[in-house]
Every structure is written in structure tokens, then in C-alpha cells.
């Protein structure tokens, strides 16, 4: 059978075959034109088409399974469908009325945090039933952003192990557009180019529908090619200007925006910043499935769109200055220059380095400074080394598993726990292909022209060994990258800015400024890039909400202070 032929497949487990029958009814109702329905009573039998699927290449992209199934529960089955068909979403199939049983919301609990299931979902028990379909919708839209299954806008055609291909990949998976990565040596690759006359274009090629074919394009060109603006009108003025769109630029630039405050965003690289590139964020408040950082930066760069606020991304703002009238006077890296009210510093933070050379010149080309989720699907059946002991290295282990036949975590300390959330050390703890080496340190790299290991030395004994890898993802902290700013804006040593009563070179300043006020009249810092914050994304989306309120407090203070006023 060849299952690039076959509809993707949608299983559902259930021993009470009036459940089943209605499961399967409203699943092939709904969804039945795109994706194809078996229902199974017997566990043994679903378990055996799906080792048919693996084997045959057949696309599972969701598992429902009754949590109570006679000799079997719903969470061991799943256990062994993810070992299965590690891409498939899996959930606990779950009556509204017992859903919170003690017995089953402790099946829920546990089999969420070891990573066996991504949720529950209530069986339908009418038709339509658009609770159970939403469920299942979500399911399956986060299945197929990240599958990249069936036709894209955009294709990206590229040698895969080559740093500009990673650099188009991340750009074009941070900002959340749908498109397709495809090697040159890909039959469909040399199709797409022979149609485009482009056979021996050198570098990669992005086709995009409605669009011409871009070869080699820079950045900001293929951020024009989706539809987003990459400059603005030279004098422009704004009452906001927010510099940098991760949670909390976007947070401001949404409640700037809704309160009827001129604003603009300027982007040097993504939307979503960092956290873009993060595969799961569980933690964030009212997603209860989790959802990923590209997608949480979609949703608000939308929003913000919406309500409108302008970005402008593929630029940076390099220069500061307090400008006539009480505005900030803000010049571009293209040379232009606008002016604002007042001006949200929310750059965030960028990935420390190692440092290696060794290492570092495989960088884009086996070797990842962040969680680089868009470089996971290409490394089925590979290796992995994952160096860092935060949260966004146990994400990025638990993101890569799915894919990689083996992935070894790299921790300085000596445990998970020391710098992890609970949940995240209960699924690697809990994940088969998941090994992770404590109080050791990556000092050097093996390969020609694509790396094939890794060496880590043990920070006791100084021994050091070589681990195969066709991939390293380093997630080590970071760094504030504030050089540029004036000398008016205080930092600490780090580089971080200080803010409110943080400021130390001048006291009185400190006094009167608000919380998220630097040491420069009309300018703020709010998220990881200021000193003291909570390196959160929920608490950067808070600090974003909150500094909206102290610029209108900076506004009507200004207003009272002016002549008449």
C-alpha cells in the first residue's frame, strides 16, 4: 500500500459500542471528506493497525481512546500508540459525567504529565455535537501545522543542511506561515522548479502561491512576499512605539491599540520573539491543551492587527534620542526615522552561546542556538543532543522526541528539578528515547561538512565522550543585547535595563519613575529584557497589559504640567 496515497486516518477505541457508533458517526460526519474513520472495540485490534500504519507510512494524526476498556485502561493504550505513532495526538475518551471521578481525573492528570496524552475529550452524546468537534478540530490544526501535510502557500526548496535554509525555515516558522520544506533532491522539489524554470537556481527558492518565485531572497523579502510591511514612511509619528513584538511588546501593543493610542511594532527577526520558537507552552493561562509559542505570537499579532496597531518587521531600531514636544526620536536600521509619545522597550533576550569553535561552526548546519522547532520533522530517525537545564530545553527534548529516533538531554546540574517545571520533569522522566546526562558540558564537535557528534565532558571527573548526534540544540540562557541604546537608559551589568525603583545612578529619578519607566524620560522596558522580571512569557504578557496604564499616567501628568493645562 502506499500511504502518500492514503487518507490520513483518525482512530477511536472504545469497548461500549453505543459510545463507539456515535464517536465514529460524528467523526465521519464532520471530518469524514478529509480524513478516514476507524472505530475498534478490541484495544488488541487498534493496537494492530497501528503497528499496519506505522509500518506502511499510513498518517494517524489522532487517537481517542475510553479511559475504562475491560483488561486495559485508555492511558496504557495510548502510552503504547504514542511509542507507536509518536506525531499522532492522543486523548482520553471521557464521559461528561465522570470527568471529574476521582478515579478518572487521576488517569487524566498522570497520563498528561508523563506525556502519554495531550488532553481528554467528552464523548459526544448528541449530533451535532460542536464541543466534541472543536476539540477535535484543534486537534487536528495543530497536527497539520506541524505534519506540514498536503498543498502550502509556501514552499521552501532548499539543501536542508545549509545555514541560510535554517534561517528562511525558523523566519518562516516563527512567524507562523504554513509552508512546506522540501530538499532539492525531493521529486516534488525538482518538479515545483522545473515548472518555474528555475532548474539550476543557485541558493535556495520560495514559490509562493499568487506570488513570483523569490531565489535566494533576503528576509525582508520574503516577509513582503506573505503580506507584511518591512518599512514605514520616513517622519512618521505614533504615540506608541513598541520595540520588539515577543509577549510583551505584543501584550502593548494590544491594549495600546485598543485604547486608541498610534502604534507601531518594530521586529528585527519574528513575531513571538524567543518563545516563538517554543514547541509547548503549558503553563500559560485559558490553554488548557497547551499551545506553541508561534502560535500564542499569531493569535496576538493578530489581535493586535486587528485593533490597528502597524508592525513592521525584518528591522531594528538602532538609535534613541529625546526628540521636540515632548516625543522620543526613534532612527531605523534602513535609515528611516519616526518619533513617539513614548516608546516600549520589550526586546527580550537572545540564546547564549557556547562559545566553542568547534561547535560553533556547524551553527545552522547541525547546530541550533534555541529550540528551532522548525528543524524537528527533518530529523525522523536521527539524533539529538539537547545542552541546557530550563524549561526551554525540556520543551525542546520533549518537542524533538516525537521525531528523532534518540534524543540526549545535556544538563549542567544535577537534576532535572533544579531548573524545570515539575510537569516537564515527569515527561522526560517518563519519555523511552529520552536520556539525559547530568553535570556535564558540550567542549567539541565531529563532522566534515554536517555534524555527527557531539563531545560532553563530565564536570566531575573531566572525562569526556563522544555521543553520536545529527543535531544540537543549545538553550543555555540568555543575554540582553542593549548596546545600542543610549547612555540615558541605565542597565545593569548584564545589560539588563532597570526600571522604577531599580534605577541607581540617579535617585530622584527613581522616586518618581513608575515601575516599568527607565532612567530616560517617556521610555519603558518591560519582559526579559528588564532587570528583575519573571522570565515568563505569562508574566511578559502581564507586564505588557500594565504598561499601557502607566503611559496614560506619563500622558495625563504631561498634560497637566503643560501651559493651561
Aim: aromatic residues 6%.
Amino acid at each position: 500500500m502506499d500511504g502518500a496515497q492514503v487518507r490520513p486516518v483518525m482512530l477511536v477505541v472504545d469497548d461500549d459500542p453505543a459510545a463507539l457508533d456515535r464517536a465514529e458517526a460524528e467523526l465521519a460526519r464532520r471530518f469524514g471528506a478529509d480524513y478516514g474513520v476507524r472505530a475498534k472495540r478490541d484495544p488488541a485490534a487498534a493496537l494492530a493497525f497501528l503497528r499496519r500504519a506505522a509500518a506502511e507510512g499510513i498518517r494517524v494524526p489522532l487517537v481517542l481512546a475510553d479511559q475504562w476498556m475491560g483488561e486495559t485502561t485508555g492511558a496504557e493504550f495510548l502510552r503504547e500508540a504514542r511509542a507507536l505513532i509518536p506525531t499522532c495526538r492522543r486523548a482520553l475518551l471521557v464521559d461528561w459525567r465522570a470527568w471529574a471521578h476521582p478515579p478518572t481525573a487521576d488517569a487524566i492528570h498522570r497520563s498528561m504529565a508523563l506525556g502519554d496524552v495531550h488532553y481528554y475529550v467528552l464523548k459526544p452524546w448528541q449530533s451535532p455535537d460542536e464541543l466534541f468537534n472543536r476539540t477535535v478540530s484543534e486537534f487536528l490544526q495543530d497536527w497539520t501545522r506541524t505534519e506540514g501535510v498536503g498543498e502550502r502557500e509556501v514552499v521552501l526548496v532548499a539543501d536542508h543542511w545549509t545555514r541560510r535554509a535554517h534561517e528562511l525555515r525558523s523566519l518562516l516558522t516563527r512567524n507562523g506561515v504554513p509552508h512546506a520544506a522540501l530538499g532539492r533532491d525531493d521529486p516534488r522539489a525538482r518538479a515545483m522548479l522545473a515548472d518555474a524554470g528555475l532548474d539550476g537556481a543557485p541558493g535556495p527558492v520560495v514559490l509562493a502561491q499568487n506570488h513570483p518565485p523569490l531565489v535566494d531572497p533576503t528576509n525582508a523579502e520574503l516577509v513582503r512576499a506573505y503580506g507584511v510591511d518591512t518599512d514605514i514612511e520616513d517622519g512618521a509619528a505614533f504615540d506608541v512605539l513598541v520595540v520588539g513584538a515577543g509577549p510583551s511588546g505584543l501584550a502593548a501593543a494590544i491594549n495600546a491599540a485598543s485604547e486608541g493610542l498610534a502604534t507601531l511594532v518594530v521586529e528585527g527577526e519574528a513575531i513571538g520573539g524567543q518563545s516563538a520558537s517554543s514547541s509547548l507552552i503549558r503553563n500559560f493561562p485559558g490553554f488548557a491543551r497547551g499551545l506553541s509559542g508561534a502560535e500564542l505570537a499569531q493569535r496576538c499579532y493578530q489581535q493586535a492587527w486587528v485593533l490597528g496597531a502597524r508592525f513592521v518587521l525584518t528591522q531594528r531600531v538602532v538609535a534613541l534620542a529625546a526628540g521636540g514636544d515632548r516625543t522620543v526620536r526613534a532612527r531605523l536600521s534602513s535609515g528611516t526615522e519616526v518619533t513617539a509619545r513614548a516608546v516600549v522597550l520589550s526586546t527580550g533576550v537572545a540564546w547564549r552561546r557556547l562559545g566553542v569553535a568547534s561547535i560553533d561552526r556547524f551553527t545552522g548546519a547541525g547546530v541550533f542556538y534555541g529550540a528551532s522547532a522548525s528543524e524537528a520533522v527533518a530529523l525522523r530517525g536521527m539524533r539529538a543532543v539537547v545542552v541546557g537545564g530550563g524549561n526551554s530545553a525540556g520543551q525542546a527534548a520533549m518537542h524533538l522526541q516525537r521525531y528523532a529516533a534518540h534524543v540526549t538531554l545535556a544538563i549542567r546540574g544535577a537534576a532535572l528539578s533544579e531548573g524545570m517545571s515539575q510537569y516537564l520533569v515527569d515527561e522526560i522522566l517518563a519519555a523511552p528515547n529520552v536520556t539525559c546526562r547530568f553535570r556535564v558540558e558540550a567542549v567539541d564537535a565531529a563532522g566534515d561538512s554536517r555534524l555527527v557528534g557531539i563531545v560532553l565532558r563530565d564536570r566531575d571527573t573531566g572525562i569526556a565522550d563522544l555521543v553520536p548526534a545529527d543535531a544540537l540544540f543549545v538553550l543555555i540562557g540568555a543575554e540582553a543585547h542593549t548596546d545600542w541604546l543610549p547612555d540615558e537608559v541605565e542597565r545593569d551589568r548584564r545589560g539588563f535595563i532597570r526600571t522604577g525603583r531599580d534605577i541607581q545612578r540617579d535617585p530622584e529619578r527613581a522616586l518618581a519613575a513608575q515601575p516599568f519607566e527607565t532612567s530616560m524620560r517617556r521610555v519603558f522596558a518591560v519582559g526579559d529584557v528588564r532587570a528583575g522580571s519573571v522570565k515568563r512569557v505569562a508574566s511578559a504578557v502581564g507586564e505588557g497589559a500594565v504598561v499601557v496604564q502607566q503611559i496614560h499616567t506619563m500622558f495625563s501628568s504631561q498634560m497637566a504640567l503643560s501651559p493651561g493645562g
